[in-house]
């Protein structure tokens, strides 16, 4: 059964950091593009960024501010995917899932995506 899991979300201080990791399981992903969303209450999931499998590529999604500078996105190894995130600010809060996606062109589309995680809550205090 193919699963990803998220760990490393919490309760951090406005301008802290966190770094989110998520792992695959049951095949490999090595030909996916992994991505990351947040959804926060009342809000449509959103895009924030994602690495190609064939390039290795990274893209970041524009929420508010771009989140490229504050926001880094890494694949450990074939089954590992991070989200270093610094200077978090409180509107950073939100639930955030991995995701895994075959197409590498559509790394911002939901709907592109193939396999999801369960998400792991990241809350930002001010």
């Known amino acids: 059964q193919q699963q990803l899991v998220e760990s490393g979300g919490g309760l951090v201080q406005a301008g802290g950091s966190v770094r989110l990791s998520c792992r695959a399981s049951?095949?490999?992903?090595?030909?996916?593009?992994m991505g990351w969303f947040r959804q926060a209450p009342r809000k449509e999931r959103e895009f924030v960024a994602a690495t190609t499998w064939d390039t290795g590529s990274t893209y970041y999604g524009y929420l508010g501010d771009p989140v490229k500078g504050r926001f880094a996105v890494s694949r450990d190894d074939a089954n590992t995917v991070s989200l270093q995130m610094n200077s978090l600010k409180p509107e950073d809060t939100a639930v955030y899932y991995c995701?895994?996606?075959?197409?590498?062109?559509?790394?911002?589309?939901?709907?592109?995506?193939?396999?999801w995680g369960q998400g792991t809550q990241v809350t930002v205090s001010s």
């Open positions: 995701a895994a996606s075959r197409d590498s062109g559509r790394y911002r589309f939901i709907t592109s995506y193939d396999y």
């Open positions: 049951g095949r490999t992903f090595s030909r996916y593009t």
